[in-house]
């Protein structure tokens, strides 16, 4: 399996609950992105990760936690969301170094905060 | 900090025609990376093509070319011949060199008519 993958594609949560979403890259970078997409708006940067270490974090709210346990994989760890955050949200990984710096994109997870 | 508009929304172009999307920034670097990225329905992000800032030359990848205005910070982005899987939404990027941020548009939504 080659690029970026998400699972899962679409998840609906109450704002209680606790669950996490998944990244894989398969592409031999070493910099991994989470962003967040919501309707007629630009997409908002979250977290950057290089080499595992977070080197980015864009004043997101503590109920989103992120983790990278190596550098082709990427989780987003939800607890206690708002209806606000319905959003889909993309994963992105990048040569940490490289000519073009280009970002390549997964699928996305459509998460729905009830 | 760098910011990246699309001022159209929505755009719309006949099957087989030429279009153009626009899309400025505002930076103080004056050396990036620019990007137009493609999202069709499905969702999957990928890149249309790339312009580096020290390039006078505007890039061009088969039906897509840019016209890259770096004094009037302007990147637009011509689609000849349009294909109904031309339809999507199209964002322009920024990317800094020197650190790991990349600033997106809010997209323009192309459709193709038959």
């Known amino acids: 399996e080659t690029g970026v993958t998400q699972t899962p594609r679409h998840l609906v949560m109450g704002m209680t609950n606790k669950k996490s979403l998944k990244c894989e890259q398969h592409?031999?970078?070493?910099?991994m992105y989470w962003y967040k997409q919501s309707a007629k708006k630009p997409l908002e940067l979250m977290f950057v990760y290089n080499f595992k270490e977070q080197t980015e974090n864009n004043s997101v709210p503590s109920r989103f936690s992120p983790e990278c346990p190596n550098s082709s994989h990427l989780f987003l760890h939800l607890h206690t969301l708002q209806p606000e955050d319905s959003a889909l949200y993309l994963c992105a990984s990048a040569p940490a170094k490289g000519a073009s710096y280009e970002q390549y994109f997964g699928p996305g997870t459509r998460l729905t905060v009830t | 900090a760098q910011t990246v508009t699309q001022s159209q929304p929505e755009m719309s172009v006949q099957e087989a025609e030429t279009v153009t999307l626009s899309c400025t920034y505002d930076t103080s670097e004056s050396d990036y990376y620019l990007f137009w990225y493609k999202q069709p329905p499905s969702r999957q992000m990928i890149l249309v093509i790339r312009?580096?800032?020290?390039?006078?030359q505007n890039a061009t990848e088969n039906r897509f070319s840019v016209n890259f205005q770096k004094a009037a910070k302007s990147f637009s982005l011509k689609i000849s011949d349009s294909q109904l899987g031309d339809a999507a939404m199209y964002f322009c990027?920024?990317?800094?060199?020197?650190?790991?941020?990349?600033?997106f548009g809010a997209g323009t939504r192309l459709t193709v008519k038959p």
């Open positions: 312009q580096e800032a020290y390039k006078q």
């Open positions: 990027a920024y990317r800094s060199l020197n650190n790991n941020d990349m600033r």
């Open positions: 592409l031999g970078h070493n910099a």
